[in-house]
């Protein structure tokens, strides 16, 4: 969250978890009230109950307007969103110059810098969205950077 510039506001305050407190207890109050009104006991009439007349009736009792016309969204500018996303691991790279990953084996190409890469520690990258994009970014006092 940091690398994106958000701000985590967590509601610990006794306030905050009073007015959600308050909020379910309305509604555990209320539902189950209206649910025996209308003879509702199956979860299918249920749930089509919620949806087609408790939730509507509530929003148009509770609902404000905003207090500021537009968006509170902005865009995200100068940071590259696929590599804030990724996942990070540590591996340490094999005799053979491959790292096992999550049930792959990730080779290494072949450097000008060094004969071999075996046992130094990198770090591996995985968009767990787009799984063909997983690789290697090696790093340390005898490597030079390797992506895969």
């Known amino acids: ?9 967590p ?3 006794p306030e905050a978890r009073g007015r959600s407190e308050r909020a379910f207890r309305s509604h ?5 009230r209206e649910l025996a009104l209308h003879g509702i006991t199956g979860m299918a009439a249920a749930n089509a109950y919620l949806h087609t ?3 509507p009736t509530f929003n148009l009792e509770f609902k404000q307007p905003a ?9 995200c500018k100068g940071t590259q969103i696929a590599e ?5 691991f540590e591996r340490t790279v094999g005799h053979d110059d491959c790292v096992s990953f999550d049930a792959m084996k990730l080779q290494i190409p072949s450097s000008d810098t060094a004969a071999t890469f075996s046992k130094p520690k990198c ?7 787009l799984p063909a994009l997983c ?13 895969l």
């Open 28 to 32: 555990q109050e209320r539902l189950v």
């Open 11 to 13: 509601a610990y305050s």
């Open 67 to 75: 207090q500021e016309v537009g968006t509170a969204f902005v865009p």
């Open 53 to 55: 007349h408790y939730r």
């Open 135 to 147: 690789g290697i970014l090696c790093q340390g006092p005898a490597l030079c950077p390797h992506a």
């Open 1 to 9: 969250m940091q690398q994106l510039g958000i701000q985590i506001l």
């Open 123 to 129: 770090a591996c990258a995985c968009w767990r969205a």
């Open 84 to 88: 804030i996303l990724r996942e990070h």
